[in-house]
């Protein structure tokens, strides 16, 4: 017969057996024990009571079920010519409860069911966008953003030794950054100033919103009230807006991005004609292709601005990048190594203006415009109820009508005229010219300067530098060489002059 070891004290993971005995194996985590017979034993060797003492022994659960499984191991184990491993008991697995969660105060969810993008063959929902994104708020300190509900019990386990395996569903606690503070009611509030973030299962108040990876469908827009850096790129399609400041590591695509601080593009944006930027500061890009931008402050481009529409409000510095394709103007210095393409592609820069403000003054004009016609049509409807010597008192409360209507829409002309006169007083105060070319300007390169078009039809080398005389005749300096007029190197015209007039027709 078959002699058993039985030791004092078991410990997990023990393997109890002497060479040629039954070894039982409890797992780490005591959810299963095992029966090990290695091979050779003689037949009719295992006994099943001394199997059934031992797990007793080692304080494992001896149920009705596991003598069914100690007596079908040792029949299966038979003649014992090979060795055999067998589960003869395993846990109660615990029913777990509602994992916790937090009632967030109404607009402050910081989750959001994602849209699935449509698969090959599948048609959009109609009213679905699968773009959608969420706002990332900015709150304050000591507001309150929701209630802490607690996890269900559930229904408890029972590992093989009888222990009791936890239920209770999984509490949100830990989930909460310390910014986000809760009371002995589960009542959250924010801790700091910032906004909320909620990512990967994780909540923060931030001042900066970090998205690790790519702003795509696993995100959709993104609105912050705040400061965004974007790790990964942006895909086509998609919208990213910051009221701080905006960073942009990967590539950018044909998307739209918006700060009303500064914005970067470590790489820069490939924006096949649909991309479009707009910075309420300065930005940084490393290229741009084919993308419209607005910049109110300046413009620092490291490689590339190739076939884009760009209005900067400050200077451009594109002194180690070339440009060419498209139109660029800029307000105030302008710093390009290579002007124009080696195809003599057609680029069009403009100068010596101050194109957002122009911009603005081209609007309030436009609506002065407008004004005036309506107040047009209005004088007219007066004058055809003037007509009728007897006015009836309907008529007279039309007259009244109109006549409150024309005044409001004088006084708005009036402040939009006052507003014009300012624009147009501070277009003309920062109009300036300098620009530098260090390497060369190629030919089909056009500058607009103000009344002037000037057009290169053959390459210049640099450095070259463009600037207005005090008299406001346009000069140019080449290397060290003394200033001498612009249209010693290209062909310059003015608006208004016998030769405008004819090109212009």
Not at 9 to 30: E, K, W, Y
Not at 357 to 368: D, F, G, I, K, N
Not at 371 to 391: F, G, H, T, V
Not at 444 to 467: C, E, H, Q, S, W
Request: proline letters at 5%.
């Amino acid at each position: 017969m078959i002699v058993f070891s039985l030791p004092v004290r078991m410990h997990q993971g023990d393997i109890v057996a002497t060479p040629n005995d039954i070894g039982i194996r409890v797992s780490l985590d005591q959810t299963e024990v095992s029966l090990h017979a290695p091979a050779g034993c003689p037949p009719g060797s295992l006994s099943a009571a001394a199997l059934l003492v031992r797990m007793r022994q080692m304080g494992l659960v001896v149920e009705d079920s596991v003598h069914g499984a100690i007596d079908e191991f040792i029949r299966d184990y038979a003649g014992g010519g090979a060795a055999l491993d067998r589960v003869v008991l395993r846990a109660v697995p615990p029913v777990r409860g509602e994992p916790g969660r937090i009632d967030w105060a109404p607009g402050l969810e910081p989750d959001r069911a994602v849209p699935v993008e449509p698969g090959p063959g599948q048609k959009q929902a109609a009213g679905t966008d699968h773009y959608t994104g969420r706002t990332y708020t900015r709150l304050k300190a000591g507001t309150h953003i929701g209630r802490l509900v607690a996890p269900g019990e559930g229904t408890p386990g029972r590992d093989v030794r009888g222990g009791v395996i936890e239920s209770r569903g999984e509490s949100i606690l830990s989930r909460l950054d310390a910014s986000i503070r809760s009371d002995a009611q589960g009542n959250l509030t924010a801790g700091k100033d910032g906004m909320l973030i909620g990512l990967g299962g994780q909540y923060r108040l931030a001042d900066v919103l970090s998205i690790e990876n790519t702003v795509d469908f696993a995100t959709g827009h993104i609105t912050a009230e705040g400061d965004v850096v974007v790790q990964g790129g942006v895909r086509t399609g998609f919208k990213v807006h910051a009221e701080g400041s905006l960073k942009v590591h990967g590539l950018a695509e044909a998307c739209e991005l918006s700060s009303v601080g500064d914005l970067f593009l470590t790489i820069g944006m490939a924006g096949a004609g649909r991309g479009t930027i707009s910075a309420g500061a300065n930005a940084r890009v490393g290229y741009l292709d084919s993308v419209s931008a607005t910049i109110q402050g300046s413009l620092i481009v490291e490689r590339e601005l190739v076939n884009s529409n760009i209005t900067v409000g400050g200077s451009l510095d594109a002194r180690d990048a070339t440009v060419f394709g498209g139109e660029v103007a800029v307000t105030d210095s302008c710093r390009i190594r290579t002007l124009g393409s080696e195809a003599f592609r057609p680029t069009h820069i403009v100068l010596g203006d101050v194109p957002l403000l122009a911009r603005q003054s081209t609007e309030s004009l436009r609506a002065v415009k407008v004004i005036d016609a309506k107040l047009a049509q209005l004088a007219e409807k007066e004058r055809i109820i003037r007509l009728n010597p007897r006015l009836k008192p309907q008529e007279r409360e039309q007259l009244t009508e109109l006549a409150f209507d024309m005044q409001e829409l004088q006084s708005r002309r009036q402040e939009l005229s006052g507003s014009l006169l300012e624009l147009q007083n501070a277009v003309a105060a920062r109009r300036r010219l300098d620009v530098e070319v260090s390497k060369i300007i190629l030919p089909n390169v056009k500058l607009t300067i103000g009344a002037y078009t000037v057009l290169f039809d053959r390459p210049v080398r640099g450095p070259i530098r463009i600037f207005w005389e005090s008299s406001g005749r346009l000069l140019c300096r080449l290397g060290s060489a003394e200033p001498q007029q612009l249209e010693t190197i290209a062909k310059v015209t003015r608006e208004g002059s016998a030769e405008g007039r004819s090109k212009a027709a």
